[in-house]
T-cell receptor, first 111, second 112 residues
């Protein structure tokens, strides 16, 4: 049972480049979320989804897009990468009860 | 928006000591969660709390859902070296389909 799988694990981008962080879960969870983790800032919610076709913004959504076409997948798109988006990104999935399970993270550096 | 205030930010303790950390909010939550993050890994769920006043244990860990629904605490008894890491509280609000938000974490260090 893979749980939550994030790819890639590491990525270096140049300013202005775009890319998509992939997230897939095999637990048939309705809820999926993206967080970024920066030193001293904890985990900040970027976007979340309560089901296929439904997404909503979190605390820090600017510069990121998401879509949820299937229950299993929740990709995060950076449209034009900026150095301020250097961070560790975590995808999580959960049932409505709130017990979220996290992927291993994607470490992104924007130069 | 909703915010969680987690304290302390960091702790330095001796092996064998007990640890206590807490989380408070100005908003009411329906669910309180406690996670641990090891270096280079994603957070892992330790304890989930769903009812005001609920006290739940997981081995040496004990967590409580505050009676006001605005706070929660986590205790670790008889700490061991593998307890080192960052502990996060998280809460899910009362609105249907509400998001889960996290505190900034408590970094636990164990002195040799």
């Amino acid at each position: 049972n893979a749980g939550v799988t994030q790819t890639p694990k590491f990525q270096v981008l140049k300013t202005g480049q775009s890319m998509t962080l992939q997230c897939a879960q095999d637990m048939n969870h309705e809820y999926m979320s993206w967080y970024r983790q920066d030193p001293g800032m904890g985990l900040r919610l970027i976007h979340y989804s309560v089901g296929a076709g439904i997404t909503d913004q979190g605390e820090v959504p600017n510069g990121y897009n998401v879509s949820r076409s299937t229950t299993e997948d929740f990709p995060l798109r950076l449209l034009s990468a900026a150095p301020s988006q250097t961070s560790v990104y975590f995808c999580a999935s959960s049932r409505p009860s709130g017990m979220a399970f996290f992927g291993q993270g994607t470490r992104l550096t924007v130069v | 928006g909703q915010q969680l205030n987690q304290s302390p930010q960091s702790m330095f303790i001796q092996e064998g000591e007990d640890v206590s950390m807490n989380c408070t909010s100005s908003s009411i939550f329906n669910t309180w969660l406690w996670y641990k993050q090891d270096p280079g890994e994603g957070p892992v769920l330790l304890i989930a709390l769903y009812k005001a006043g609920e006290l739940t244990s997981n081995g040496r860990l004990t967590a409580q859902f505050g009676i006001t629904r605005k706070d929660s605490f986590l205790n670790i008894s008889a700490s061991i070296p593998s307890d080192v890491g960052i502990y996060f509280c998280a809460g899910q609000g009362v609105v249907r389909d509400d998001k889960i938000i996290f505190g900034k974490g408590t970094r636990l260090h164990i002195l040799p």
